[in-house]
């Protein structure tokens, strides 16, 4: 990996850390070629700290570490982007992130869409909601649904016609997160399930 530490007088690029996880930003921190090589061979991130004037390894006095995953450097060679799983929260304030956020995984529009359902969960008055009316009939009707659901996408997993499969497999997701929350969960429920099997 070739990384330009001479295009700034000081000798540092910038290092963005990303959870390997989640892909959320955790912080930025600046590297020389000293703090990039203990990096690599500790494989906990160490920066070049300009306030205190030396090598930090992150977590050396918290514990909250950041073991490497990997590392790659931008087009123009002077910027890192480095994976981590973090042992702990990041910021020294006791966040998850430098930018007070949760570190929590996001599934794009799905987590707004669970979102959503969470919300009408917990507003079941909503009269106008077919989530809402789902939630009031209880969890055997919910349940009902994903099963009848399940049987159209099979139906049309047998069929050659694609948007009717689309249709019916996002209707069997939409009726599974709706199934989710009506137990409790969400999707990074699942999610852990799936990364202890793997």
């Known amino acids: 990996m070739k990384i330009d530490f001479t295009k700034n007088s ?10 390997a996880q989640t892909k959320n930003v955790l912080m930025l921190g600046y590297m020389n070629q000293e703090a990039f090589d203990k990096t690599i061979e500790t494989n906990k991130v160490t ?16 514990g909250n570490f950041l073991n490497l995953v990997g590392i790659k450097n931008d ?6 982007l480095v994976t981590v799983n973090p042992m702990g929260p990041t ?7 430098c930018w007070q956020e949760e570190n929590l995984s996001s599934f794009g529009f799905l987590t707004k869409l669970e979102s959503i359902i ?12 077919y989530v809402a009316s789902l939630f009031r009939k209880g969890i055997n009707k919910v349940a009902q649904k994903v099963g009848e659901e399940a049987v159209e996408v099979v139906i049309e997993a047998k069929d050659d016609n694609d948007d009717l499969f689309l249709d ?26 799936l990364k202890k099997r793997h």
Do not use: M
């Open 10 to 19: 000081d000798g540092l690029v910038p290092a963005i850390i990303q959870d």
């Open 47 to 62: 920066f070049y700290s300009r306030t205190k004037n030396r090598l930090w390894t992150k977590g050396e006095e918290s």
């Open 75 to 80: 087009c123009d060679n002077d910027t890192l």
């Open 91 to 97: 910021c020294h304030t006791g966040s998850a992130t």
């Open 118 to 129: 969470k919300d009408r969960k917990n507003n079941p008055e909503n009269k106008d909601s």
């Open 168 to 193: 019916e497999s996002a209707d069997l997701l939409f009726h599974y997160l709706i199934l989710l929350q009506a137990k409790g969960f969400t999707l990074a429920d699942i999610e852990e399930v």
